[in-house]
């Protein structure tokens, strides 16, 4: 079974075949939406909408716990999670994809564990890779398969949001080595691997990050809105494709 986080852009996987609601309680209140299962190209799929049905669920608001502990209890244990981003690097223009291999932390005030000595006994994760490596290269398969080129590999930059950033702290995390930058990928990363579900990024670049490219001056929001509506009827056709990889 494999579960499917939509990020902005993506609320919904249209081609899911007899699809179902599951409204779900946990023990760290509720996801951010109910649940829905179906099947894709014969393979079972668990989709939440990370942001909420209606996109209304700002990023440093979001109940990761709620929501990695909802799709585990539905029996998922791989995760493909979607999220836009900014790029960062040359070469990362919008529209670009990139299946990220690395993570830095800039949020805070999160909850960030399921191992707070609380609710969970006290317990230490190895994080060193934190990103699925077999569930990677289903994505840079399927991309390719559909004519796509996603990059492999790249530093994500979780910021806290939901602004966006300045020109200074993208040239920071420029320095720090960061790619990419977006707002949800953290604790969410992390979160999956305590509970031992195996977690991909899949991202798609809506925007020059702040002061790169185009957006010296500014970044405009009409544009990144775009960007992301095209973007995600490629996605759709890679979620697909990994599905089929499933399916043999």
């Known amino acids: 079974m494999i579960g499917i ?17 599951v409204v779900m309680a946990t023990p760290y209140g509720e996801p951010s939406a109910a649940l829905t299962v179906g099947s894709l190209h014969g393979v079972e799929v668990v989709f939440l909408a990370r942001h909420g049905d209606g996109h209304t669920i700002a990023p440093h608001r979001i ?13 998922v244990r791989e995760v493909i999670a979607v999220t836009t981003v900014g790029g960062i690097r040359e070469g990362l223009d919008p529209g670009a994809l990139v299946a990220p291999d690395q993570i830095i932390d800039y949020t805070h005030g999160r909850e960030s564990t399921f191992f707070d000595g609380v ?9 060193t890779r934190p990103f699925h490596g077999p569930m990677r290269s ?4 399927a991309g390719a398969a559909a004519g796509e080129v996603l990059r492999d590999g790249g530093v994500y930059g979780a910021t806290q ?22 707002m949800t990928g953290m604790p969410e990363a992390a979160l999956a691997r305590e509970i031992g ?20 001056e500014g970044v405009a ?18 979620l697909g494709g990994v599905a089929q ?4």
Do not use: K
Not at 119 to 127: V, Y
Not at 138 to 141: D, H
Not at 200 to 216: E, K, Q
Not at 245 to 248: A, L, M, S, T
């Open 221 to 238: 929001m009409a544009e990144i809105t775009a960007v992301a509506e095209a973007a995600m009827r490629r996605v759709a056709i890679i």
């Open 197 to 216: 579900i195996d977690y991909a990024m899949l991202c798609v670049v809506v925007n020059a990050a702040a002061g790169r490219g185009s957006n010296i």
């Open 245 to 248: 990889r499933y399916g043999r």
């Open 119 to 127: 609710a969970q006994p006290l317990q230490h994760i190895d994080f």
């Open 138 to 141: 289903r994505l840079l398969q």
């Open 161 to 182: 949001g939901p602004r966006l950033e300045t020109a200074a702290e993208i040239e920071r995390m420029a320095r720090d080595g960061a790619d990419v930058v977006g």
């Open 5 to 21: 986080i939509g990020g902005s852009g993506l609320n919904r996987i249209a081609e899911l075949v007899t699809p179902r609601r």
């Open 63 to 75: 109940n990761y716990r709620a929501n990695i502990w909802a799709l585990h209890a539905q029996g």
